[in-house]
């Protein structure tokens, strides 16, 4: 496992064996077979070759062990068939010899005496000459195998190598309470580190990455538990259980006792599907061969009682005195081993695998029977009792329903589906009612984040008899068409065809409607829409739908007339409540986490910071609480919002690292979690991290068609820009942005605060014309929608073109009566004061403008906004630098700019090259704290 995947969580491992190895000695990697040993040796030794280090490397294995020499021969045969000199002669022979390369001489046979010494001394030469020339990297994998005459010649190497520039990686196979072997071939000084198991979440990154298995699917979950942290047991598990092909078992092995007890290996299992995680794990036999005891060495009645705890998904915490009694031989082998709260678990998550796979469906079936019998718990009863009755019945179907609505009530989503599909399955001679279950499965996947099952049931059921499954399933598959909407037309114009005259199906197809012709920028179409479906929702009385048809008209309402629309989100809460009395399961719906955001996005543009934290962090609460994986991406991209306009950027940031990475992970797109990451390096991380980021989610909204989130990433990409002293690029980005986001009708300057930054970089980078008409429409929408929030930034934008037009004592005393004893949005205060301690600074009131840049550094610490806290410190530092005076090449320079001269002008006629001009000019930006040639010519003359 030589790729980058396999080091997920192995920062901190990576970083102390390079501080090891920098010490100049040996590091030696411990742990179990698969913990990741070799992955890091290969991280190791890529690193070291890209160093300009020579990589030595042996792999020795148990098969091979008894091979006299075979790690030497890995070692140097080749450094020593393509040099030659490196030893003297006599010791090269010896060396040939043991190498293979020429007969060996008996005299010098590392089997005698003077031999074995002559070999040693061979490759402790041979090493200090190559690393003579450059840094000498020993790589040993498996040390634990090495063959004995390797061994011994390694260790005298080692004693003698210290002062000499050949470092040691090994990894040696150790179980829990060994001690290593192997530190003799290490030079001194030796480090030690043994590898623990990688956290779940690593591991689920692993399978993503690697198999493309997501984090929230039920079979990922399920090999996570079953590996116990070790990234080999997660690829062999994840690969064998996606092999379409029943698992076929080299041969039985029967079991010592005799029938019946559980078969150990029968001939053929079918293997697990993602959509069917019932079924048990195929474990491969290069797994099994890895543990110390194996089922099929234990009595059958053991066996059978380690089968009811395999089943069982939680904890058993009582079981009958005889199960006790056949389970004591597990516990003295280390098989099981009790809790502290009484329950029994496996010591090995893996051997609970086997033990399943070992058992043949009837087996697992009665266990199943047995624990339905012992469970109290409503929901883990009725999932046993159908995996124990695989035929139809009402009864059992009805319970699974209801089952799977207290799972997802519970935040278990993914488990809600699966206990739909049983009740689908279980139901009898209704095709409605099934088809009304499989697809309520398909919106818990959904809700989970399982978006290729959903697909897979949804096709299901557009063949099935039930209308309103049919229905409901085209529309859930417009819902998973992410950035492709080609399709969409067909799958809406299917849909009404289906919903016939039935006023909740109707208004469920025009609700699919309004909100595809919203998202597509048919704004107004959008409106009709939810007129209609608004009739509809009334006529049939359905609380969701009225719910969902406030949620699609809240945004748009916001763009036109804010205020009145706070009104309708309480109301459409109360409503939602209401649903929720009756139907706990349906509190959490996807139009009632909509209305809950618009309500704080309403609050937050109104200024009231306060509420919208409380009900922003209430809102990702009850999303994580519920389970709902979709929402919370959109949740925490909020969460990071608010906090980031509160002036609290270390919460934003790590808002935004989760949010960006959960995008990731369930697309269907690549865009919306890269602007979140970058959003959250603009916060806590580095504008040229942010920019990248930015550069990355423009590209794939281009690709997606994503107007929308293309205009984050565009405004994004933009304020990295100003950080960054690139005011052109900035006015390109930012007036991109805000043209997308007018195309869609989203002008209300708090929604996306990039007007004043639009201003600034238009008229730092001479566009000065262009930036008065973006201030004079972004201030007439302010006043419009009386946007007081955003008052502030406007005064500091017209603040920057008066400065520019050459008062900036005008403009700094402008902006200072702007400013408010507080603000809602501390940022917007830190980033006034920034730009006054700039006019101040041209004004020459240096007092004034050093307060001023020290109160912005302050502000910026405070919210722990560290980009915006490094551009403070560098005006600081600029401003308290030394003001040396500029000689006669740069004040002629400067006289040539203030005429308009180009850099090749200026060049031809100070009879210098155009790069010395240019370097010129940067160190004259630098020193007067400017990004443009017209503010080097306003600095210049005020100064």
């Known amino acids: 496992m030589s790729d980058v995947p396999a080091l997920l969580g192995r920062d901190a491992v990576l970083a102390r064996c390079r501080a090891g190895l920098a010490e100049g000695g040996g590091v030696l990697l411990t742990g179990p077979a698969g913990i990741g040993k070799s992955a ?43 040099q030659d000199g490196l030893i003297a002669p006599h010791l090269r022979a010896v060396l040939d010899g043991a190498l293979l390369r020429a007969p060996a001489d008996n005299a010098s046979a590392h089997g005698s005496p003077g031999g074995r010494l002559a070999l040693r001394v061979a490759v402790l030469e041979l090493l200090r000459s190559l690393a003579a020339a450059r840094p000498v990297l020993l790589v040993l994998d498996d040390a634990h195998c090495l063959d004995p005459v390797s061994a011994q010649v390694l260790a005298f190497a080692a004693r003698r190598l210290p002062g000499h ?127 110390p005891v194996r089922p099929d060495l234990l009595p059958r009645e053991t066996v059978d009682v380690l089968l009811l705890v395999a089943t069982a998904d939680a904890p058993l915490r009582h079981l009958p005195a005889a199960a006790e009694r056949a389970l004591a031989e597990a516990r003295a082998a280390g098989v099981v081993r009790g809790e502290s709260g009484g329950g029994l678990r496996f010591a090995d998550p893996l051997f609970r695998e086997i033990v399943l796979s070992d058992a043949t469906d009837a087996q697992r079936r009665a266990c199943h029977a047995a624990l339905a019998g012992l469970l109290d718990d409503p ?31 519970r935040g278990a989503p993914a488990l809600a589906a699966e206990l739909s599909r049983l009740a689908a399955e279980r139901t009898p001679g209704d095709p409605g009612l099934a088809g009304e279950r499989l697809l309520a499965g398909a919106r818990y996947a959904y809700d989970a984040g399982l978006c290729d099952q959903a697909r897979q049931v949804c096709a299901a059921l557009l063949d099935g008899q039930s209308r309103a499954a049919r229905v409901g399933a085209r529309l859930l598959l417009v819902e998973l068409a992410g950035g492709d909407r080609s399709g969409v037309p067909a799958l809406l114009a299917a849909a009404q065809t289906d919903a016939g005259d039935n006023a909740r199906l109707r208004a469920a197809v025009r609700l699919c409607r309004a909100e595809h012709a919203i998202s597509t920028g048919q704004t107004g179409l959008g409106l009709a829409e939810l007129a209609r479906a608004e009739r509809q929702a009334d006529r049939s009385g359905d609380l969701e739908q009225q719910i969902e048809v406030i949620a699609l008209r809240a945004p748009i309402e916001m ?10 989100l309480r109301r459409a809460t109360v409503l939602a409540a209401e649903l929720a009395a009756g139907r706990p399961a349906a509190a959490m719906t996807a139009a009632s986490v909509q209305v809950r955001c618009c309500l704080v996005v309403g609050l937050l543009r109104r200024g009231e910071v306060a509420e919208a934290i409380d009900a922003v962090n209430l809102l990702r609460t009850d999303v994580e609480n519920a389970g709902r994986v979709k929402d919370l991406g959109d949740v925490l991209h909020l969460v990071a919002s608010v906090h980031e306009r509160a002036g609290l950027c270390g919460q934003a940031y790590r808002a935004g690292v989760r949010g960006g990475r959960l995008r990731a ?73 805000r043209a997308l986001l007018r195309g869609l009708g989203f002008v209300d300057p708090a929604l996306f605060l990039v007007d004043a930054d639009l201003v600034e970089a238009l008229a730092r980078s001479g566009a000065t014309d262009e930036a008065r008409r973006v201030l004079a429409e972004a201030t ?53 004061r920034l730009t006054l301690g700039d006019l101040e600074r041209r004004a020459r009131r240096r007092a004034a403008a050093r307060a001023d840049l020290r109160a912005a550094a302050q502000a910026f610490a405070a919210a722990r906004s560290l980009p915006w806290l490094d551009h403070a410190r560098e005006r600081l530092a600029r401003l308290d630098g030394p003001a040396s005076a500029l000689s006669d090449l740069e004040r002629q320079i400067v006289e040539l700019v203030q005429r308009g001269a180009t850099n090749r002008q200026i060049a031809g006629e100070l009879h210098v090259s155009v790069k010395s001009v240019e370097g010129s000019l940067t160190r004259l930006f630098r020193r007067f704290g400017v990004h443009t040639r017209t503010e080097l010519t306003l600095a210049r003359t005020a100064g």
């Open 665 to 737: 992970e369930l697309g269907p797109t690549p865009g919306p979690g890269l602007v979140l990451s970058a959003a959250a390096e603009l916060n806590g991380g580095t504008a040229e991290r942010a920019g990248e980021l930015a550069a990355a989610a423009i590209r794939a909204g281009e690709l997606a068609g994503d107007a929308e989130w293309s205009a984050y990433a565009l405004g994004i990409r933009g304020r990295a820009d100003l950080l960054g002293h690139r005011t052109a690029q900035a006015a390109e980005h930012l007036g991109r942005c």
């Open 379 to 409: 929901v883990e009863r009725a999932r046993h009792r159908a995996l124990a009755s695989p035929g139809p019945g009402a009864e059992l179907a009805a319970e699974l329903a209801d089952a799977a609505r207290l799972a997802a009530g």
């Open 165 to 291: 520039r050949v470092r040691v990686a090994a990894a040696e196979r150790l179980a829990d309470g060994r001690e290593p072997h192997r530190l003799d071939v290490l030079p001194e000084p030796r480090t030690e580190l043994t590898l623990s198991p990688l956290p779940p979440q690593v591991v689920g990154e692993l399978l993503r990455t690697r198999l493309g298995l997501a984090p929230a699917d039920r079979l990922s979950e399920r090999i996570r538990t079953a590996a116990g942290g070790n990234p080999l047991h997660a690829l062999e598990l994840a690969r064998a259980a996606r092999r379409p092909e029943p698992h076929p078992q080299s041969q039985p092995h029967p079991h010592p006792q005799s029938q019946p007890g559980p078969n150990p290996h029968p001939q053929s299992h079918p293997h697990p599907h993602p959509g069917f995680p019932d079924r048990p794990l195929p474990v491969p036999e290069r797994l099994r061969a890895l543990l």
């Open 40 to 82: 890091v040796l290969d991280a190791l030794g890529a690193e070291a070759a890209e160093a300009g280090a020579l990589v030595l490397r042996s792999n020795s294995s148990a098969a091979e062990a008894s091979l006299p020499g075979l790690a030497l021969y890995d070692l140097f045969a080749r450094p020593v068939a393509q």
């Open 780 to 832: 007439r929408e302010t006043a419009r929608l009386d946007r007081r929030v955003v008052r502030l930034g406007l005064a500091r934008a017209r603040a920057v073109l008066t400065g520019l037009d050459g008062d900036p004592r005008g403009a700094a005393d402008a902006l200072r009566s702007a400013l408010p004893a507080g603000h809602p949005y501390p940022l917007e205060t830190a980033r006034a």
């Open 559 to 568: 763009q036109v007339c804010p205020d009145p629309v706070l009104p309708s």
